[in-house]
Nanobody, 124 residues
């Protein structure tokens, strides 16, 4: 059974940084697509960053390009999202997601498994 557990969220001032982690069990990262999504109150879920199985190809939302970095550990069990230069508009619940295929990784419909989320709050 696949389980994804996010951690690392919290409250930070604008300009600060946070590093989110997603621990995967019953699943090997770097086999299929992995991604980070977020949802703010009253808004639709949006893709933040995604990684292809080769561990090299990535895709970022325009709003986070150059500020966020998706990565994975060598043991293939943890996915990360390094978030720098945070803005108040980054405030949302952040979710880790895993797929059962290795293409179209930028689309939320690709993903089969979701974590419970970790809250990120950025104050001005």
């Amino acid at each position: 059974q696949v389980q994804l557990v996010e951690s690392g969220g919290g409250s930070v001032q604008a300009g600060g940084s946070l590093r989110l982690s997603c621990a995967a069990s019953g699943y090997t990262i770097k086999t299929y697509c992995m991604g980070w999504f977020r949802q703010a109150p009253g808004k639709e879920r949006e893709g933040v960053a995604s990684m292809w199985p080769n561990g090299v190809d990535t895709h970022y939302a325009d709003s986070v390009e150059g500020r966020f970095t998706i990565s994975q550990d060598g043991a293939k069990t943890t996915l990360y999202l390094q978030m720098d230069s945070l803005k108040p508009e980054d405030t949302a619940m952040y979710y880790c997601a895993a797929a059962r295929r290795g293409w179209s990784c930028q689309f939320s419909t690709t993903y089969n498994y979701w974590g419970q989320g970790t809250q990120v709050t950025v104050s001005a």
